[in-house]
């Protein structure tokens, strides 16, 4: 596609969205501000989940549909931990922990031997999920659990045109943003992070180096299912847990990484960013059409970028 050409799609796409911007401020701009900032903060949950999913999915070419499932178990984990201890930051540390751990066994035990094999990994990440779904249901029942986020951002913060929005969200933005920035320099500035894209371009290569890629693989699963717990945590304080959070985040997380770009955290951001638009909006100005604007997106980045907006060739 030439520059022209990418000009005029992105004129084509974007007059017509700040045409439609435009009328919704002049119609009710409390709303339109409130429905972009709750956006944003779901922008940063979808993110949080989707980062340890492109490090998995989009990296290791590891196919992890039990993905989700880290979500909840993180979220239950944070949560017992958060009801015994009082302390909300030591809930994060054990939603990140526990769901690292349990992605650690299942490199260990099942990717490390179905290197490539798309086909099994899938069906046996489903089956996995299944089962860690019927065990967490049979331990938490159906009950939805909330906890309150710690006391210095609950409550809310006075903001222009949207007047008071809950300080836990603006806080969740903020932490979102900071840890894209850190994994963006974990991957680009760190040895650590030359190791993960060294091994995934040609893992022979680095193994005749003397580098151990079992361990370094097994060490990025482990960052990428923590991600996911403590994405759990996170959710489950600005909004709830209970059964079936695990394949709303799982859908959600592979929307993402198609529309972004498999191996992007950038490419996952931005992936987040247009979901969480598209989801708020959707449901603030077309209820009744909201869940189809999101699989627009999707089949409008599969149709003209493939291979997501800053995805790379296999």
Sequence with gaps: ?????????????GLPIAALSLWAIAD??????????????????YFLVASGF????????????????????????????????????????????SAAVVGLLLQVVIFRHMQGQDLRQTLVTIGIAIVLADLMLWIWGAEIYTFDPPAWIYGSTALPLVEKFPTYRIAVLVGAIAIGLGLWWFLARTRVGMMIRAGVDDRGMLAASGINVQLVFAVTFAIGAGMAGLAGVVGGSALSISPGEDTRYL????????????????????????????????????????????????????????????????
């Design 251 to 314: 859908l959600a997380s592979l929307v993402v990484v198609i529309v972004g770009g498999m191996g992007s955290v950038g490419g996952a951001a931005i992936g987040a960013l247009l979901i969480g638009l598209a989801e708020q909006f959707g449901l603030a100005y077309a209820p009744t059409y909201s869940v189809v604007f999101t699989f627009v997106i999707m089949v409008l980045a599969l149709a003209f970028r493939p291979r997501g907006i800053m995805g790379r060739p296999a």
């Design 1 to 13: 596609m030439s520059r022209n050409q990418k000009l005029a799609t992105w004129l084509v796409l």
């Design 54 to 97: 492109t490090l998995v999915f989009g990296l290791m070419r590891n196919v992890n549909l039990a993905h989700g499932s880290l979500y909840l178990f993180g979220a239950y984990v944070g949560w017992m931990v958060g009801e015994q201890t009082g302390s909300w930051v030591l809930a994060v540390v054990a939603g990140f922990l």
């Design 28 to 45: 009710n701009a409390r709303l339109y501000f409130t429905t972009l900032l709750n956006s944003l903060t779901l922008a940063s949950l």
